[in-house]
């Protein structure tokens, strides 16, 4: 179908369900008198006028100030279109069982008798435009016989871009049209919806995402990632290694299968928390749908995180202030707190360190009163980032997402466990992660991040230095200042031969400590 005559398809059949909502809505035995007379009211009502009138200035920079925050602030609203998404997955209708074979057929290229012995047509999850099916391979791949087949439906693909299309077109038309809306930038605001939805129907870069978190946790014993079959992944199919889970949130069949539900909730807060601030590469959507159990003998009790679509990422310095950050604040140390809030450039230059410290210490000091089993870690974690509000500050969306999953983790936990010490827990690990930051290990990490800097650098140093000696010799002026000159060459050479040997022995001692401890 053309895509003018979609647009035009999809915005009539908005407007005509519209108008039948109203219809609907009228009385069964006179339906049309009704309609004409509260068009009729709303056009007589002096009050109604006034009410309008008065309303919209209101509820101008209302929605105005709405839409700046989600241009500037997406991932506030991302959550939400996701839930949404999510709550709508069993209404959706899966492929027949003939359909779901061609399908499949079409997306390996290949009769799919020439892949597999056997595969259930019948999908185990039909989600959002997506559905997943098991099968077993006719040969193993890296030991895995058993997958799973995570299948896009693509008509349904088709459609969601259409209607992601269609607003698009709405929101440039708007722009042309209104100022306010080329203010709000709404063009901008329905690309990154765009942009956001179809990254979840991006199975290549899911299949990544799988990949490297289970490169993060390779040979952890809390917890499995799935090994992708990389040469049966298409644009429309994911297939990965089966596991036989059980939702976090299945108590009974944990129970059931004689699964330590107080290890567990601990697994889940530890690894979240790991997964976010020590890898940087975590879960943005968390939430229960997407943690499950392994009940196979090999694994029985490892967390299994699911859905990859929907990934972020921290930058090093994000990283390292929320770790050295939210450890100041559980040593209740507001004043490294705040310097690390100026540092990180989260308040104005001219913020009062003071001041900021009083709002951290007002805002935190409720929660270190409160009972141990009362407090929350993911709540105190909200104010080491929402307290530069108050200063015109902002902290990154990263930041706040990272938040916002480690707080749904902590949710799980306790429903899992209620007498979970999620507080300790997230300090210990923290604490942990800011310990390796700064001791050798880290010192290592940022010489290792420099040498790349230095190897284009060191090579330019005698040029500079003859650069600076040519640059000095063309100041001197007299006889005694190009002996002064001479004198200092002599002594720079000196510093530099010594310095040099330093770096000879301080080398071999990094070297041979390296040695050390790696043994």
């Not at 100022?179 to 063009?187: H, K, V």
Request: charge should be neutral.
């Amino acid at each position: 179908m053309p895509p003018l005559f979609r647009r035009l398809l999809l915005l009539y059949h908005a407007l005509r369900y519209g108008a039948r909502l109203l219809w609907l809505a009228a009385p069964s035995d006179r339906k049309l008198h009704w309609m004409i007379e509260l068009v009729g009211r709303v056009h007589a009502s002096a009050d109604s006028a006034r009410s309008v009138h008065g309303l919209l200035p209101a509820l101008g920079p209302l929605a105005g100030r709405f839409a700046k925050t989600l241009v500037e602030r997406p991932e506030l609203a991302n959550a939400t279109l996701h839930d949404a998404i999510d709550a709508v997955d069993h209404l959706e209708t899966p492929l027949p069982p003939r359909e779901s074979e061609e399908a499949l057929a079409r997306a390996f290229g290949r009769p799919l008798a020439t892949l597999f012995s056997a595969v259930d047509l019948v999908p185990v999850r039909s989600g959002f435009a997506e559905q997943t099916h098991f099968a077993r391979l006719i040969m193993p791949v890296n030991g895995h016989r058993e997958v799973a087949i995570k299948l896009l439906r693509a008509g349904q693909l088709q459609q969601i871009g259409d209607e992601l299309a269609l607003l698009r077109w709405v929101a440039r038309w708007l722009e042309k049209v209104s100022g306010t809306a080329r203010r709000l930038r709404l063009r901008a605001l329905a690309q990154t919806f765009t942009d956001d939805i179809l990254r979840r129907f991006d199975l290549r870069a899911e299949a990544a995402n799988l990949s490297q978190t289970g490169h993060h946790f390779d040979g952890d014993t809390r917890i499995v990632v799935p090994n992708v079959i990389w040469d049966l992944c298409t644009p429309l199919t994911l297939t990965m290694q089966r596991i036989d889970t059980l939702p976090a949130s299945d108590l009974s069949g944990l129970h059931a299968h004689h699964v330590k539900l107080a290890p567990l909730a601990a697994h889940i807060v530890e690894v979240v928390t790991e997964q976010a601030f020590e890898h940087g590469f975590f879960h943005a959507t968390l939430d229960a749908r997407r943690v499950r159990v392994s009940i196979e003998p090999d694994s029985l009790g490892r967390l299994v995180l699911a859905e990859f679509s929907i990934m972020s990422s921290l930058s090093t310095g994000e990283r390292e202030f929320f770790v050295h950050g939210a450890t100041a604040l559980f040593e209740q140390d507001y004043g490294r707190l705040a310097e690390l809030h100026r540092d990180a450039g989260h308040v104005p230059h001219d913020t009062r360190a003071e001041l900021l410290e009083a709002e951290l210490r007002t805002r935190a000091e409720a929660h270190f009163a409160a009972a141990p089993e009362d407090r929350s870690a993911g709540s105190l974690f909200h104010h080491l980032l929402h307290a530069v509000h108050p200063f015109d500050g902002t902290v990154s969306s990263r930041l706040a997402t990272a938040q916002r999953s480690f707080q749904q983790a902590e949710m799980l936990a306790r429903a899992l466990h209620p007498g979970v010490d999620t507080w300790n827990i997230a300090r210990g690990v923290l604490a942990d992660i800011a310990r390796r930051d700064v001791d050798h290990r880290g010192w290592f990490k940022r010489i290792s991040r420099e040498l790349p800097h230095l190897a284009h650098m060191l090579p330019r140093v005698p040029q500079l230095a003859v650069r600076y000696l040519q640059h000095e010799h063309d100041r001197a002026r007299s006889p005694g200042q190009n002996a002064r000159l001479l004198a200092e060459i002599g002594r720079e050479y000196r510093r530099t031969r010594a310095l040099l040997w330093a770096c000879v022995l301080c080398g071999g001692v990094l070297g041979a400590g390296t040695v050390l401890l790696m043994w």
